[in-house]
């Protein structure tokens, strides 16, 4: 009996915990699917097991190596680290690098290696040559900014031998490249036996006809290409050799014109045209309005098109865009100021249309938006940026409550339309919201964020209004001002100019909103408001430029776990209450901007830094109570810091290239007088060149 008693009271102190580690890999890569890239990496640390589901298929794909701001050499770090690495990487980038004796990491990476980018490396033509040599299994080449490589006009001539490195290759980028000419793309493209995707965007193309009669007297360009400039005409035989198979093609940022985008099309009875599905052509302003419909009612196929700051645009394109591309699921407008509320009603005629770009379209108002996408119920709309435009608030009302599905929307900069209340209807309405941007709209007040309205709230036992409860005693000169002007047994009059009204005005709705907190005011009072609390799955919110925004929201609004940008350049009143409980809250943030906010401190700097483990960026620019306390929170805590900004911190004094050097993750440093030292990676560098 007494052995019973014991083993019973044994069981009871039992305390059964759960063994995520040793979860079916089935449930712990169905979990995975729903994960953002960086909780995945996130994920991946927490255990062995867990790590090892992130290189099984669909996962390991979506893993990109970024070599960024470094030399690489087989002796120096991180490259001698990489090469202990035994993970099957197959997307890597190289941005800004120079290379040293990095024989044995260009094998390395060429193994597995399926996608690679060069951005601005410092790379030679034999080095290339050496290292495609060793992409057996590449498909997708990205080659951006890379003059050294084409500089003297011979890459690929007498190089036959890395065609095989090139066969297999689907999508070819090519863009910001100055010294490209048409031997050059000639010899390239011609090893590539099937492109899908082909990327010249911000080259030099010549498209005048005067042009290429110059170089071309003959018209022999098929059979001696000029290695001295890039034509048109190169291009479209290219795109046109690879019609097939292209689907994908981008010419954004350059000059072409009307007359040569008709060139790619289709003509009557010739099957020697390009069916896209995705077109690209962002700032190009030598297009018209003919090229532009002749060419669209030709491709049927489209699903993505841009035509961002194409002043061409206007109403008679967007009705040819409705009847030719019944299947188009992105558009890209932004800019175009010749669309008007007729060509933007239309859009309601698009089924399938899924991200929606008006940005900056200044000649659509409430009507063109009320009677086009949000006439009815949009249950296919995800993705609506309409930041710069003139709307009213029952305009933003009437989005919110007819585009259910949203899950990113961009109001930045609609100052008339944005408004308390129209942001409670979007928190109302608008629950799968991810992405959230409220720039500049400055009227906003913590009553947008937590849903109380101050006006219809008061203090238990008592007839004033909260606008008159202070909850802690007066510290400042302002404050005190601000508790004599609401005292009743002071005369009612002000020598306040209206700024310093406003200011004061602003101080007492802070105290009041705390009070409702702190008096557990929140459940008695009858509201009707909502809290951002309801947007569970938020994962970027900008407030750039929302002044009125208090620690009010950031201590009792801002609780969000899978938040990972967050902007609050500009809200001047926050301070490090606030913020010591947003880093509590908000656990996952990447990327803070607190610039311009002068409350900001050390302390507050010191909270930060040790709670938001996962911070990647941070820009403190114009904080100017931050001094060399701050640098030092920053050394020791932040271990995955990549970009920094501290412009117009005047009270950090030192050298701060070389107090940062030691900080290896860093890439970016962007501060006053930097002069060639523009990040601490190339500052290290200059002192390091031991390879």
Not at 70 to 98: G, H, M, N, W
Not at 107 to 124: L, P, Q, S, W, Y
Not at 493 to 498: G, T
Request: charged residues 20%; hydrophobic residues 40%.
């Amino acid at each position: 009996m007494e052995f019973a008693e014991d083993h019973i009271m044994e069981y009871e102190d039992y305390e059964w915990k759960p063994n995520y580690n040793n979860l079916p890999m089935e449930i712990i890569l169905h979990i995975f699917r729903f994960l953002h890239h960086s909780d995945l990496q996130s994920a991946g640390a927490t255990c062995n097991r867990w790590r090892e589901a992130l290189f099984i298929g669909e996962f390991n794909r979506k893993i990109m190596v970024n070599f960024a701001k470094v030399c690489l050499s087989d002796r120096l770090a991180p490259a001698k680290y990489f090469l202990k690495c035994q993970r099957p990487y197959q997307i890597f980038c190289l941005e800004e690098v120079t290379f040293g004796q990095a024989q044995e990491l260009l094998e390395h990476i060429g193994k597995t290696a399926v996608e690679i980018t060069f951005n601005n490396a410092d790379i030679g033509d034999k080095q290339f040559y050496a290292f495609l040599r060793q992409l057996t299994k590449l498909e997708s080449l990205t080659i951006t900014r890379c003059s050294p490589l084409f500089m003297s006009g011979s890459f690929l001539e007498g190089n036959g031998d890395i065609g095989n490195a090139l066969a297999n290759v689907r999508h070819l980028s090519l863009k910001y490249n100055q010294y490209l000419s048409d031997a050059i793309l000639l010899r390239l493209t011609s090893l590539i036996k099937c492109m899908e995707s082909f990327d010249m965007s911000g080259c030099h193309i010549a498209y005048h006809n005067a042009i290429h009669r110059r170089f071309y007297p003959n018209d022999s360009e098929s059979t001696h290409p000029s290695e001295s400039i890039l034509t048109f005409k190169f291009i479209a035989k290219v795109a046109i050799s690879h019609r097939k198979y292209l689907k994908d093609l981008n010419l954004s940022h350059t000059m072409i014109s009307g007359p040569a985008l008709q060139f790619l099309a289709p003509s009557e009875g010739i099957e020697n045209g390009l069916k896209l599905h995705r077109l690209h052509l962002t700032g190009c302003q030598q297009l018209n309005t003919s090229g532009v419909k002749s060419f669209l009612q030709t491709q049927h196929h489209l699903v993505k098109l841009d035509l961002a700051d194409t002043l061409c645009v206007n109403d008679d394109c967007m009705d040819c865009i409705v009847g030719s591309l019944p299947n188009l699921q992105d558009l890209n407008i932004a800019g175009c100021g010749a669309i008007s509320n007729v060509g933007a009603s239309l859009l309601g005629k698009l089924k399938h249309l899924q991200s929606l770009n008006i940005s900056r379209c200044e000649g659509i108002t409430k009507d063109g938006l009320t009677q086009g996408i949000a006439s009815g119920p949009n249950s296919v709309l995800k993705h609506l940026y309409m930041s710069h435009l003139i709307v009213c608030e029952e305009c933003i009302r009437c989005i919110a409550r007819n585009c259910i599905e949203l899950r990113v929307l961009n109001v930045g900069h609609c100052v008339n339309g944005v408004t308390d209340d129209t942001v409670q209807c979007i928190i109302e309405h608008l629950s799968w919201l991810r992405d959230l941007t409220l720039e500049d709209c400055f009227r906003l007040t913590d009553a947008a964020l937590t849903g109380i309205n101050i006006s219809k709230l008061e203090l238990k036992g008592s007839s004033g209004t909260l606008e008159n409860f202070h909850p802690t005693a007066p510290s400042t000169m302002l404050e005190r001002e601000a508790m004599r002007s609401t005292s009743p047994h002071l005369m009612k009059i002000s020598l306040r100019s209206k700024a310093e009204d406003e200011i004061v005005r602003d101080a007492n709705r802070k105290r009041a909103l705390f009070a409702v907190y702190e008096l557990n005011l929140a459940d008695e009072a009858s509201v009707d408001g909502f809290s951002i609390q309801q947007l569970k799955g938020l994962r970027s919110l900008n407030l750039k430029g929302c002044n009125k925004i208090t620690d009010v929201s950031l201590k009792y609004g801002l609780k969000f776990v899978e938040l990972q940008h967050l902007h609050l350049s500009y809200c001047q009143q926050i301070s490090s209450v606030g913020m010591e409980a947003l880093v509590t809250n908000c656990p996952s943030i990447e990327v803070l901007d607190l610039s311009d906010c002068y409350n900001i401190n050390d302390k507050t700097i010191q909270l930060v830094t040790a709670n938001l483990t996962r911070l990647r960026t941070l820009h403190l620019s114009g904080c100017s109570q931050l001094t060399e306390h701050s640098l030092d929170a920053i050394l020791i805590n932040c271990k995955r810091l990549q970009t920094l900004s501290v412009h117009r911190c005047r009270h950090m004094y030192g050298n701060i290239e070389d107090r940062l050097a030691v900080l290896t993750t860093l890439r970016n440093l962007n501060m006053d007088h930097a002069g060639s030292f523009d990040n601490a990676e190339i500052f290290r560098l200059k002192k390091r060149l031991d390879y």
